[in-house]
């Protein structure tokens, strides 16, 4: 099946720190890819949707300024959490599917876990 | 507002028993709706994929149904192994390929 990376898999920062996590789709093109977050024991929370060249969308209560994202090709979207506090904590993980697929099917990577200090 | 249910309680049985799990939503209209498997700290993995107007699906130990008068899914993995042990979650979605996770339901297989 098609595999999704993203990097990287664990980061630790100093609360007022930004950082970057990338996801890769690694052996096909993906116009659309989808962020996530999930806290433990809870669901996966769909943050927002990144679309290759235009502008992402984000979910209701998403702030778009704190988590930037960049989806510059078509196998390579970021997202940055800028100025991060303890309480941006979680699991993030995205999520692609190929460019003209109709089978629905979402390929996930491995996840980030972020620890914010 | 939109809403799956997922038993938060842990599912535990036998090995070889066949594991049922449900997924029940409100609010939804889902054009299909889809089975994955999680383990721990791991991105979400898919299992299986059917649509509103299919009654059943099934691929090798797995079996799901999908009842949208009920507004039901289940999930079914006959003969279960102890490596069957993990977090299912059911997510459906409309034709945009946005999906609405459950929270899950953690399987335990003993041996």
């Known amino acids: 099946g098609a595999v999704v990376s993203q990097h990287p898999s664990r980061v630790i920062c100093k609360s007022g720190t930004s950082v970057k996590i990338e996801c890769r789709s690694l052996?096909?093109?993906?116009?659309?890819m989808f962020w996530y977050r999930q806290f433990p024991k809870q669901s996966l929370m769909l943050m927002a949707t990144?679309?290759?060249?235009?502008?992402?969308?984000?979910e209701q209560g998403v702030e778009k300024d704190k988590f930037l994202i960049n989806h510059a090709s078509l196998t390579l979207s970021t997202l940055t959490v800028t100025s991060a506090h303890p309480e941006d904590s979680s699991f993030y993980i995205c999520?692609?599917?190929?460019?003209?697929?109709?089978?629905?099917?979402?390929?996930f990577g491995e996840g980030s876990r972020l620890t914010v200090l | 507002s939109q809403k799956i249910e997922q038993n938060s309680e842990a599912l535990n049985i036998q090995e070889g028993k066949t594991a049922t799990l449900t997924c029940n939503y409100t609010?939804?209209?889902?054009?299909?709706l889809q089975w994955y498997r999680q383990d721990p700290g791991r991105g979400p993995v898919f299992l299986l994929l059917?649509?509103?107007?299919?009654k059943e699906k099934r691929k090798e130990r797995l079996k799901v149904t999908f009842d949208t008068t009920l507004k039901q899914s289940l999930f079914h993995i006959t003969a279960s192994q102890p490596a069957d042990s993990a977090t299912y979650l059911c997510?459906?979605?409309?034709?945009?390929?946005?999906?609405?996770f459950g929270s899950g339901t953690r399987l335990l297989v003993r041996p």
């Open positions: 999520s692609a599917t190929p460019s003209g697929g109709a089978t629905g099917e979402l390929f």
């Open positions: 052996d096909f093109q993906a116009t659309t």
């Open positions: 990144s679309n290759e060249g235009s502008k992402a969308t984000y």
């Open positions: 609010n939804y209209s889902p054009a299909y």
């Open positions: 059917i649509r509103e107007n299919e």
């Open positions: 997510a459906l979605a409309d034709s945009s390929y946005k999906l609405i």
